[in-house]
């Protein structure tokens, strides 16, 4: 039987050829592209352009966008919860009388009024000069006129079209653009404990994550993975009651946990029952520029204000509470450990273990920042998230990048998701060997795990990245 990725009349939720009841005549028989195309179409040159306000899995609005060619090409823009303060702009309206000021119809305008119209007639094939239209037409450092959601919108559903126009997959059209050589499929990093400014406990760092780097495909390994999240979730109910097993943002528990080694332990003790030690490692998002403090220091306890300062460590402090984390536990990986300006402290600590750094505040996904940190030599791994920087060609320059310098990459969502799974392809695409979003938990992290096992299926004999995560 034909997968659903090539299939036309299979009709997965957001990855196939969904046809629409009412097309626009001028453009015949209309069909809504969301991941991959079967047959090339028959226009490589955008039609129309036409953007709306959705909403994400936050209950936030957010950007979607539909480009027309002789198809619907449609994808979707994720927003963060912790940012760091060198993204580029997300343009948000400010009236904080609708959504909390957090509507985004001046980025819809944007792309309805100024870069659509621009960029009708323009071959979608070529993913470059279409992302470097908008930028030229923006003329910012950090996409503020237009808005880096508004332009992220446009450019992955011109990626999407792209592949349409070829008749390829989307992660072959993604391996094309990036000069990949073989196609990897990624380990997730499943985050499964919260806290940080995802979760209402006392937990500072922010994610706590399983990478079931011992699996032989993506499959054992997805499998794995929600084998130990429902052990997970049995421990902590019987630990801290069932009130404990509500999710956060990212379907991760968020258990009153006290500490950060409380964290540690219910993860070791969970993949231990599952019987998997020694085959799932542990990764943490520690997000320390949530908690850095005027004075240089970091608040392990800063969410509870005023509070006595027992809890504010010194940078050499904290990089010794990591030593004796990656000591006494199995952990392949620490993302932002420092502040994003911190940069001694991120180099002092890379100079001492030998674990995966993955900068994420410290880099936003942006080629300057990565050269600095290469220069420094402060992290040897970047966090790739798409709408940190805003077009799809510099997310892809800032992986080659990472790359030619021998770090790691982990394709990234947003703690505010939709059902777009653009993601998925990506990390394939790209053979970035790892991926993180979410856990094996609600329905716009499952788009991106679910994607990975339709395209894992279509592939057939593809490798895993496995123990090679870092460098597959």
């Known amino acids: ?60 609005p ?23 303060i060198y993204e580029a702009l997300e343009l948000r309206d400010g009236d904080k009388s609708v959504y909390g000021g957090k509507g ?12 659509g119209p621009k960029l009708v007639g323009v071959d979608i094939r070529d993913q470059a000069e279409v992302d470097a239209i908008m930028l030229e037409i923006d003329g910012t450092p950090n996409k503020s006129k237009i808005g880096a959601n508004a332009i992220l919108g446009v450019s992955l ?8 126009a070829k008749g390829v997959p989307l992660y072959k059209h993604i391996q094309e653009l990036s000069g990949t050589k073989e196609l990897v499929m990624p380990v997730p990093a499943f985050n499964v404990i919260n806290g940080g400014s995802h979760a209402g406990n006392n937990l500072a760092m922010q994610e706590f994550m399983i ?37 956060g943002d990212e379907g991760g528990f968020a258990p009153n946990v006290q500490d950060n080694r409380e964290g540690l332990v219910l993860l070791t003790d969970a993949i231990e029952k599952a019987g998997y030690t020694g085959k799932i490692n542990i990764g943490m998002d520690v997000a320390a520029s949530e908690f850095f403090t005027n004075d240089g220091k970091y608040d392990l306890n800063f969410k509870k204000q005023p509070n006595d300062g027992a809890h504010v460590l010194s940078a050499q402090s904290l990089g010794d509470l990591y030593k004796e984390f ?25 100079s001492s273990v ?85 856990a094996p938990c609600r ?16 592939l057939g004999n593809v490798r895993y990245a496995g123990q090679d995560f870092r460098s597959p």
């Not at 957001?14 to 226009?43: D, I, N």
């Not at 536990?329 to 402290?345: G, L, R, V």
């Not at 992986?399 to 653009?422: C, I, P, Q, Y």
């Not at 329905?443 to 299926?457: C, F, G, P, T, V």
Request: proline share 4%; net charge neutral.
């Open 62 to 84: 957010t950007v979607e966008v539909d480009l027309i060619t002789d198809d619907l090409f449609r994808s979707a823009v994720p927003s963060g919860a912790s940012t760091g």
């Open 211 to 247: 990478l079931p780097v011992g699996a032989t495909s993506f499959a054992e390994a997805l499998r794995m993975g929600s084998e130990v999240y429902h052990i997970l979730k049995g421990i902590i109910k019987e630990k801290y009651g069932q009130d404990a097993c509500n999710v």
């Open 443 to 458: 329905s716009e992290r499952l788009a991106k795990y679910n994607q990975l096992l339709r395209i894992e299926e279509e």
């Open 326 to 350: 990656v000591r006494d536990f199995p952990i392949a990986s620490i993302e932002d450990p420092f502040d994003q300006d911190d940069w001694s402290s991120w180099a002092s600590l890379q």
């Open 104 to 115: 985004v119809l001046n980025a819809v305008k944007n792309i309805n009024d100024i870069l």
């Open 157 to 164: 559903s011109v990626c999407r079209a792209g592949a349409g």
């Open 354 to 438: 030998d674990i995966q750094l993955v900068g994420d505040d410290l880099l936003v996904t942006n080629p300057k920042r990565i050269a600095e940190a290469i220069q420094k030599k402060s992290c040897n791994g970047l966090l790739l998230k798409v709408n940190q920087i805003g077009t799809l060609t510099e997310s892809i320059q800032a992986a080659l990048d990472s790359k030619s310098a021998g770090w790691g990459v982990m394709v990234s969502h947003r703690s505010g998701e939709t059902e777009d799974n653009f993601i998925a392809d990506l990390s394939v695409g790209l053979a970035s060997g790892q991926i993180k979003t979410g």
């Open 1 to 60: 039987m034909a997968s659903s990725l090539t299939n036309p009349t299979a009709r997965p939720l957001f990855s196939s050829k969904l046809k629409q009841s009412t097309p626009p005549r001028s453009y015949g028989p209309m069909r809504v592209q969301c991941s991959v195309a079967s047959t090339a179409s028959s226009s490589a040159k955008v039609k129309s352009v036409k953007a709306r306000q959705i909403i994400d899995s936050r209950g936030n």
